[in-house]
């Protein structure tokens, strides 16, 4: 009996997830599609009321910059953090206490990382409000689950393999990039991708240090920029044109998909291999 309401519970569980997950991007799509057009992805926001006409080609390059900003950035760290915490560090006080910092900066609200980049990258660093500082803000979001993830797909690679290559004698830097590295390229495409769709889609974390209400066109990342998640507040939230917030909102939806799509496609190819 008990075993039975357990599967019952679980199957019950992924329906409704699986079921909330279908409605939204079949609502956002319904809502949506209509008012997205070659001019809404490539023209500038236009109209007496702002986003009334025109498009949205600004938010899209701030967006999609200053999210691979952040997974260059924090990717890189993250990588190299989860490594020494893996492979280095042998002390268990040293690792709560670094484990407790980082569930730290993990649970702290979007608007107050964004307020911390933009009093150390804008001012402090002089990058003003830009696309980097954008960027490394995003950075500092999305660094406590790239580590975490990183630090679990390393944790669970077979010991045996391990201590294999230490007995006949390989360093362990050989060991890392040679077996390590290679067997977890799946999961860190998948965790970038994560972290490029939770970074892309953040608002309070770039509405201080990077994003502004119109810009032109700019692939200049010492310079501010729209932000398609900022777009959609602004839009929804003067209530004047709501149907191209629900165009923006697709376009998000439409970019985290495809990013997603794509990585798990290398991962399949690469698993192939």
């Known amino acids: 009996m008990n075993k039975f309401l357990i599967l019952l519970w ?9 079921s909330v997950a279908f409605f939204m991007i079949v609502y956002i799509f319904y809502k949506g599609y209509a008012f997205v057009s070659f001019e809404f992805l490539t023209q500038i926001p236009q109209g007496d009321v702002f986003g009334s006409s025109g498009g949205i080609a600004p938010a899209i390059i ?3 910059l200053s999210s691979l900003i952040a997974i260059l950035i924090a990717g890189f760290f993250g990588i190299c953090c989860a490594l ?3 492979f280095y560090e042998k002390n268990i006080k040293y690792k709560t206490v670094i484990h407790f910092f980082i569930r730290c900066i993990g649970s702290m609200p979007s608007i107050v990382i964004g307020m911390f980049g933009y009093a150390i990258f804008s ?3 002089g990058f003003s ?3 980097l500082s954008g960027g490394l803000t995003l950075a500092i979001m999305i660094f406590p689950m790239i580590l975490f993830k990183f630090e679990k797909a390393f944790n669970d690679i077979s010991k045996e393999i391990i201590l294999s290559s230490y007995l006949l004698g390989v360093s362990k830097i050989y060991t890392i990039f040679k077996i390590i590295l290679p067997q977890n390229i799946k999961n ?3 965790t970038l991708s994560l972290a490029f769709s939770y970074a892309i889609s953040s608002t309070a974390a770039v509405m201080f240090c990077m994003a502004v209400i119109n810009s032109r066109v700019n692939f200049n990342i010492f310079k501010p920029s729209m932000s398609l998640a900022n777009h959609i507040y602004i839009l929804s939230s003067q209530g004047f044109c709501i149907d191209n917030a629900y165009a923006t909102a697709l376009v998000l939806l439409v970019i985290v998909l495809i990013i997603l799509c794509f990585s798990y496609f290398l991962g399949a190819k690469n698993d192939r291999n």
């Open 10 to 18: 679980v199957y019950f569980s992924a329906f409704l997830i699986l």
């Open 62 to 64: 701030g967006s999609i």
């Open 84 to 86: 020494y915490l893996v």
């Open 123 to 125: 001012v402090y660093f």
């Open 129 to 131: 409000k830009s696309i």
């Open 188 to 190: 860190i495409i998948l």
